[in-house]
Structure formats: structure tokens, C-alpha cells
């Protein structure tokens, strides 16, 4: 193209008005909330980046597929054009619908793994390291070294580590159902994981015998980078880079919350048709029969054409762009960020802004709560509160504090991020003012959902 700025790829044709509240009322939201985001009503939010997964807008083919969803019990025609879709985009033999990620997670899990397993990652997500530790399985993380510098510019910080993944096949033999890779890295800073390191695991899997499943909820934004980043990559579709990864592996497990472009939605796939007879049957115990799987006809629609537009080479690029554009921004205003920016979101680098709140003071929570009071913007913690407190009820400070911007796909556009980098800078502007929080009352597991918080001295800004 001749032009130089990325436009979004598409237009608008239905619209939903946005709130605009005052700072007294935020004031008064957060307070009634007892300074928890998540206890907030959404319409009280101006920008909403709790979470990029199932926050999406459908396009006008999705609703028109919809429209056309078949809601037989059984052998819906809705069920075989969504797993001709998907079996097209991945390759793999069986493909079981699923509610959403972790539904496929659970199925996958309670099928495959017993008690004192091992599995490696190069990072768990939270559903994903639950639903193993469930079925008393230990989930390892091994994240390759770049990828606890927030601040390292490097082009694959999502790479497992080789070096201890062949270590945990070797010392663990017998003991390892299977390895895991996760595209993007979410936990990681939503960083990618290159063709390369895919590759190099799976032939270490192969050797030792060890099925390799992808955690593929952001298969797409995955393959944009590779496509970017990697040598002898920038001129295949990210299709083609996408059906390279998915095969090096024996199957995955994908939200299509993320890169199905739905607001619902999942799936397991495999290769092994023992492993997805017994999945299929556990399905059916808390899913649903295995042409719908927990979703209803018209949404294996809107998923079949999700998981096909998500692969479009002007959406990449847009999507790509326009979570740089608010990182480029921040970066040169000297907001410490975890570089380079994530595929679907911007991590606030908490530590490194606020170094005088302390990890048990939560100095990410705080400047969340500080970016809503100041700008309406939502956003959410992952730090001391998401992963402070121990199985045995002790506190350790998280490795990082973070606040992750997650942007919702094809929602919002320049001008909200152009916004959104203005609070961020005010809020950037405030920070020596920004005091800590203490807990009030908390449950003992996944406390960040429902804690109650209060400031530290009775007041969040001092002046
Ligand atoms: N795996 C990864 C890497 C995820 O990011 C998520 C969800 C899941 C699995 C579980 O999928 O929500 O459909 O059950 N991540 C969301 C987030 C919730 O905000 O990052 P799910």
C-alpha cells in the first residue's frame, strides 16, 4: 500500500453507546464495588480491557451465519460446517466442541492424566493449571529465560525452554501424559512463541514419546508474529504458518473466545482416536452430546466463519498495530511496559512505575483502580493479588506485578486508544501520589474475583 497509516479493516454498521460518568461517580462505583474491578457494573465503564475473550464483535457473515444455525440434538448440519472449518484450519482428525477453553481443558485433563503427572508448559494459564492441579497432576512452567524481563526487547519471549523441557522428559519419564505449548504466551505478556521453538519441542516430544498439545487460543495473533518476526516467514499467509504449528502437535485445546471471534465458545481436537473416544464420552457427562458439545447450533456457526476471518492478513495487521500503537505511545512517555508489546494486550509494568508500594501493598491492583477512578478504564491485576497466596495460605510476592490492558477484538477504535493512552499518561503523571491497599476480606482461592479491598491511610491519592 502507498499509505502509511493502518486503518481498521472493516466498518461499522451496529453500534452500542458508551456511559461517560464523572469522576464522583467512579468514586462512588469503586467504593461500592469495595475497590474490586471485577465487582463493578460494566456500564459504569467508559473503556472495558478486563479481558480480551469473548468481548469481541461478531462480523455481519457471523450474525448472518447464525441466522442459519441448525439446533438438532444430534448431527446438526451447524456442527459439520463447523468442524469442516476448524479441521481446515488445524488438520486434526477429531474435533470436539466444547463451551469455552477450559471445558476442553477439563475434558482433556480428567481423560488423559492421573494423579502425580507432570505437565510442562511454557506457561500455564490460571484454568489451566487448576484443571491439572485438579486431577492432582503438577503443572510446570518453563518459560525461557527473556521471559521474566519486563523490559528486554526480544522477538519470541513466549518460547518454552528447551533445555528443561528435555530435562523434564528425561527425569520424569513415565510421568509426563503430555507437554503443552501456549500460543501467545498470555501469562507471559501475550508474547509469541516462534515456528522454530515449536518445532525444536515438538522432535523432543517425539523422541520421548510424549504427545505435544497446543493451548491455541491465539493461534492467529501467534502466526501474525511468526510471520513478522521469523526468517523466511514474511511471505506465507498466516494460515499456512498457523497449519505448520498446529502440525507439529498431536492436537490442542482453543477458547475461541480469543481467535474464534466469539463471544462463546471452544474446542478440544486430536489426533488419537482412543484419547478422543474417552474424550467424547466425558463430554457427554457435563458438555453435552458430541455434535453440540454445551453450545447451541447458531454458535458453532458464528465460530466456523470466526475461526476463518481471524486469519485474515489486513485484520492481523490492524489488531497487531493497534495494540503497538498504544504500547509505541506509552514507551516513549517513559511508562514502563513489558516489551515488545503482546499480541492482545499491553502489560503495565507496576513494579517499575510505583517502586514505592511495596508487592503486600499490591501496587498493581492500585494503579488499576487508579486508572478507572481517573478514566473510567478497566483493566485487571496480574500480581500479588491474582498469585500472592500459597496453597498453604502463606503470601509470597508474585514474580511480577502487572496490569494488563487486554483489547477485545475489533471493538474499539483509534481515537478510545488514543483516550486510553491519555489516562494512562495522567494516571503516569499522579504515580508518586498513588498510595497501596490492604485486603479486607478475602476468599481462600481465585480471591481476586470477589476480595474486598481499602486503601492504605483511608485514601488511594494523597495529595
Ligand atoms: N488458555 C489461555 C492461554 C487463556 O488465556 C484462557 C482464558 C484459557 C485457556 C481459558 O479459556 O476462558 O474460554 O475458558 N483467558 C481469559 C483471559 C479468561 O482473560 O485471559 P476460557
Known sequence: MQFQTIIEPFRIKTVEPIRFTTLEQRAAALAAAHLNLFLLKAEDVIIDLLTDSGTGAMSAAQWAGMMSGDESYAGARSFFRFESAVRDVTGYRHIIPTHQGRAAERILFTSACKAGDIVPNNTHFDTTRANLEAVGATALDLRCAEATQPSLVAPFKGNIDLVALERCLTEHKGRVPFAMITITNN????????????HAASALCKAHGVPLILDACRFAENAWFIKQREAGQGSRTPAAIAREAFDC???????????????????????????????????????????????AGYDLEALAVGIKEVLDEDYLRYRIASVAYLGDKLTAAGVPIVQPPGGHAIYIDAKAMLPHIPPHEFPAWALSLALY??????????????????????????????????????????????????????????????????????????????????????RLLVD
Open 373 to 458: 477512578l481517573e478514566g473510567g478504564v478497566r483493566s485487571v491485576e496480574i500480581g500479588s493479588v491474582m498469585f500472592g497466596r500459597q496453597p498453604d495460605g502463606t503470601e509470597k510476592p508474585a514474580a511480577m506485578e502487572l496490569v494488563r490492558l487486554a483489547f477485545p477484538r475489533r471493538v474499539y477504535t483509534q481515537s478510545h486508544v488514543d483516550y486510553l493512552a491519555e489516562v494512562i499518561l495522567h494516571v503516569h503523571g499522579l504515580r508518586h501520589r498513588l498510595r497501596g491497599v490492604q485486603l479486607t476480606e478475602a476468599p481462600e482461592q481465585l480471591r481476586h474475583f470477589t476480595a474486598k479491598f481499602a486503601p492504605i491511610g483511608g
Open 249 to 295: 502437535a498431536d492436537g490442542c485445546t482453543m477458547s475461541a473466545k480469543k481467535d474464534g471471534l466469539v463471544n462463546i465458545g471452544g474446542f478440544l481436537a486430536l489426533n488419537n482416536d482412543a484419547l478422543a473416544a474417552k474424550c467424547r464420552n466425558n463430554l457427554i457427562l457435563t458438555e453435552g452430546f458430541p455434535t453440540y458439545g454445551g453450545l
Open 187 to 198: 501469562s507471559g505478556g501475550g508474547q509469541p512463541v516462534s515456528l522454530a521453538n515449536i
